[in-house]
């Protein structure tokens, strides 16, 4: 009876337990998104992208956008090392078939050779190469025997270039920023020890030059005394980021700076001086769409901006999305020295 009693206690007290209200969570939908906003940026001004042109149905890596002279956008899709052409009026062909390159960045030189950063074995086999506008005569700039994992490039006006070295990893700051000069060379070290150097672009008059970590999650801000040396002091992070990490940059005729947040679907806004000010997102985000947002390229003489994606797995393949930019498209070199 003594036993009966005790365990008949035990059941009542659990029940008491079972029926008392316990805390809990009540998520707003913004929260229970696939990709929510970080609460720092959620009240951001925000609008959503359109769509501007279906590249595949097949989840094509889409990189590089970058506008020739004409006023064709040139892109690239990253594994398959193709390199497109669409036209304004949205005719698309193909400049370079598939091949062993792998580029993630492309610009376009004066004389009207296109350059390329690529990727090659994503280990240490990476290399700049230039090629004709139709895609033929390529030519090694830096070789894949110098050991940097090229990944995105910027022209300055007197004809040399910066690119990032995509190497590293969270822990492992093995990747940074380089130059070379117009009349080649080494490639000379500008900013190293950086977590997987990917975006980089440069201000009109050359002086400040912008560079994200895609896996350290930051946003550099370096003020330049002349094309190779770093002004005292003159490396800031501006900005850390939330999340998965920032990917290509931009920066319009304002000098705002334009980041597309690869894995969120959404491309973060920043004044000159590395300040968030703004944000557009990619349609279908909520649901895990368009998700794998690498890069973007304002059309010049515009404010048109073209932002690209790819929906990996989740069935929409590669698009193009079109929104208004802060300001007209920056000065480039191809096209207006």
């Given at each position: 009876m003594?036993l009966?009693?005790l365990l008949?206690?035990s059941?009542?007290?659990?029940?008491?337990?079972?029926d008392?209200?316990?805390?809990s969570?009540d998520?707003?939908?913004?929260l229970?998104?696939?990709?929510?906003?970080?609460v720092?940026?959620?009240?951001?001004?925000?609008?959503?992208?359109v769509?501007?042109?279906k590249?595949?149905?097949?989840p094509?890596q889409l990189?590089c956008?970058?506008?020739?002279p004409?006023?064709?956008?040139l892109?690239?899709?990253v594994?398959?090392?193709?390199?497109y052409?669409?036209t304004?009026?949205?005719?698309?062909s193909t400049?370079?078939?598939?091949?062993e390159?792998?580029?993630?960045?492309?610009?376009v030189h004066?004389?009207?050779?296109?350059?390329?950063a690529e990727l090659g074995?994503?280990?240490?086999?990476?290399?700049?190469?230039?090629?004709?506008?139709d895609?033929?005569?390529?030519e090694e700039?830096?070789?894949?025997?110098s050991g940097?994992?090229?990944?995105?490039?910027?022209?300055d006006?007197?004809?040399?270039?910066?690119?990032?070295?995509f190497?590293g990893?969270s822990?492992r700051?093995d990747?940074?920023?380089?130059y070379v000069g117009?009349?080649?060379g080494?490639?000379?070290?500008?900013?190293?020890?950086?977590?997987i150097a990917?975006?980089?672009?440069?201000?009109?008059?050359?002086?400040?030059?912008w560079?994200?970590?895609?896996?350290?999650?930051?946003?550099?801000?370096v003020?330049?005394?002349?094309?190779?040396?770093?002004?005292?002091?003159?490396?800031?992070i501006?900005?850390?980021?939330?999340?998965?990490?920032?990917d290509?940059?931009?920066?319009?005729?304002?000098?705002?700076?334009?980041v597309a947040?690869?894995?969120?679907?959404?491309?973060?806004?920043?004044?000159?001086?590395g300040?968030?000010?703004?944000?557009?997102?990619?349609?279908?985000?909520?649901?895990?769409h368009?998700?794998?947002?690498?890069?973007?390229?304002?059309?010049?003489?515009t404010?048109?901006?073209?932002?690209l994606?790819?929906?990996?797995?989740k069935?929409r393949?590669?698009?193009?999305?079109a929104?208004?930019a802060?300001?007209?498209?920056?000065?480039?070199f191809a096209?207006?020295?």
């Amino acid at each position: 009876m003594a036993l009966a009693a005790l365990l008949l206690t035990s059941v009542c007290a659990v029940a008491q337990e079972s029926d008392r209200v316990l805390p809990s969570l009540d998520l707003p939908d913004a929260l229970r998104s696939a990709v929510p906003l970080p609460v720092s940026e959620a009240d951001l001004p925000t609008v959503e992208a359109v769509e501007y042109f279906k590249v595949s149905d097949q989840p094509l890596q889409l990189e590089c956008p970058v506008f020739e002279p004409s006023g064709d956008l040139l892109f690239c899709e990253v594994f398959g090392g193709r390199v497109y052409r669409l036209t304004p009026d949205k005719k698309l062909s193909t400049v370079l078939g598939e091949n062993e390159l792998r580029p993630a960045g492309l610009e376009v030189h004066k004389n009207g050779r296109i350059y390329m950063a690529e990727l090659g074995d994503f280990a240490a086999q990476g290399s700049v190469v230039s090629m004709d506008a139709d895609g033929t005569n390529i030519e090694e700039i830096v070789p894949r025997s110098s050991g940097f994992l090229a990944d995105d490039l910027v022209f300055d006006k007197q004809g040399g270039f910066y690119f990032t070295d995509f190497k590293g990893g969270s822990s492992r700051p093995d990747g940074g920023v380089y130059y070379v000069g117009p009349d080649g060379g080494d490639p000379v070290s500008i900013l190293p020890n950086l977590r997987i150097a990917n975006g980089i672009g440069l201000s009109a008059d050359g002086k400040t030059l912008w560079v994200t970590e895609l896996a350290g999650g930051k946003l550099h801000r370096v003020s330049l005394s002349d094309a190779t040396t770093v002004a005292p002091f003159g490396d800031v992070i501006t900005y850390t980021f939330t999340g998965a990490g920032p990917d290509s940059l931009r920066l319009d005729a304002d000098g705002n700076v334009y980041v597309a947040m690869y894995g969120q679907a959404r491309v973060l806004v920043f004044n000159p001086l590395g300040l968030p000010i703004g944000q557009y997102l990619l349609p279908g985000r909520d649901e895990g769409h368009n998700l794998r947002s690498t890069s973007m390229a304002i059309r010049p003489g515009t404010d048109e901006m073209l932002i690209l994606t790819n929906d990996w797995d989740k069935g929409r393949g590669s698009t193009i999305f079109a929104v208004r930019a802060l300001a007209k498209a920056a000065p480039t070199f191809a096209i207006d020295e």
